[in-house]
């Protein structure tokens, strides 16, 4: 028989609700192209270098809102004197559901990660430079790369000085490349 091992919730905003220009302006939110991702990952193997998968954990409450957004309070809510008939949540954190989410969580991401001593692609925004690795962002997944666990460990250590993150692993060893 199947067992539940884990239960997981998150908390969306019905972004379906939401009105251009009032509630949010832009959409768009870059991902790193899988041509460069491609090539990231043969020059990796080429150079011997390590690399390992980070995934940014709730990526998109790290970021505050941009504008005021507001949603009704969920069902199972309780708190006394509070009903969804006489009272509404203001988000101060950026939402799953949002139209803007993404760009949003992108864009804080990117200033970020260039405050903490990255160099931005000027050939694809979701490429970083640090020293002598890379790091390639997905949405809130990345790959990062460098020659050694040493330089590798460092990038993770000034990642998770602003970021939550976990370490999902070495990406090669996933991928089953040697």
């Known amino acids: 028989t199947q067992e539940v091992y884990k239960h997981k919730a998150r908390l969306n905003i019905d972004g379906g609700k939401q009105i251009y220009g009032?509630?949010?302006?832009?959409?768009?939110?870059?991902?790193?192209?899988?041509?460069?991702?491609?090539?990231?990952?043969?020059?990796s193997l080429l150079k011997d270098w390590k690399s390992r998968?980070?995934?940014?954990?709730?990526?998109?409450?790290?970021?505050?809102?941009e504008t005021d957004l507001y949603?009704?309070?969920p069902t199972g809510y309780c708190k006394p004197g509070v009903s969804a008939k006489?009272?509404?949540?203001?988000?101060?954190?950026?939402?799953?559901?949002?139209?803007?989410?993404?760009?949003?969580w992108n864009k804080y991401m990117t200033e970020k990660?260039?405050?903490?001593?990255?160099?931005?692609?000027?050939?694809d925004e979701c490429v970083f430079y640090y020293r002598n690795s890379v790091i390639l962002v997905y949405t809130d997944d990345c790959i990062i790369?460098?020659?050694?666990?040493?330089?590798?460990?460092?990038?993770?250590?000034?990642?998770?000085?602003?970021?939550?993150?976990?370490?999902?692993?070495?990406?090669?060893?996933?991928?089953?490349?040697?």
């Open 113 to 123: 990660v260039v405050k903490l001593g990255f160099t931005q692609s000027l050939a």
């Open 53 to 65: 998968q980070l995934d940014f954990v709730l990526a998109y409450t790290q970021a505050d809102v």
């Open 145 to 178: 790369m460098g020659p050694t666990d040493k330089e590798l460990d460092r990038m993770v250590k000034k990642l998770q000085s602003s970021f939550k993150i976990t370490e999902e692993g070495d990406l090669c060893d996933y991928l089953g490349i040697k």
């Open 86 to 104: 006489t009272h509404a949540l203001k988000l101060v954190k950026n939402l799953y559901g949002q139209k803007q989410a993404g760009r949003v």
């Open 22 to 43: 009032v509630h949010y302006w832009e959409t768009y939110a870059p991902v790193v192209a899988w041509p460069v991702v491609r090539f990231f990952l043969v020059l």
């Open 71 to 73: 949603m009704q309070i």
